[in-house]
């Protein structure tokens, strides 16, 4: 079955910067859309970026200008570049994927972004 493994997290200062990855096993990436998510202590899970099998990306405002997403198809792994950290991007961050109208979920990598 399809496994998504994140990486990345840790602590990080007001402005700095970060890079997540999202390791796939059991599927190629390449050809799906691929998302990360995120939730803050006492939150609801949030949606951050998508890149689509196409390379075509969004992103929710709250991002948008400061994280990157991308893809590397040798590694089969998706990435997420966040700079301009704030306190706010404190969560636990998780990529997903849907295959056959199921969802699939890392256990995610937790970020907190304090001084």
């Known amino acids: 079955q399809v496994q998504l493994v994140e990486s990345g997290g840790g602590l990080v200062q007001p402005g700095g910067s970060l890079r997540l990855s999202c390791a796939a096993s059991?599927?190629?990436?390449?050809?799906?859309?691929m998302a990360w998510y995120r939730q803050a202590p006492g939150k609801e899970r949030q949606w951050v970026a998508t890149i689509g099998g196409g390379g075509g990306l969004s992103y929710d405002g709250s991002v948008k200008g400061r994280f990157t997403i991308s893809r590397d198809n040798a590694k089969n792994t998706v990435s997420l570049q966040m700079t301009s950290l704030k306190p706010e991007d404190t969560a636990v961050y998780f990529c997903?994927?849907?295959?056959?109208?199921?969802?699939?979920w890392g256990k995610g990598t937790l970020v907190t972004v304090s001084s």
């Open positions: 059991g599927t190629a990436l390449s050809l799906y859309t």
């Open positions: 997903n994927t849907r295959r056959n109208a199921i969802d699939y």
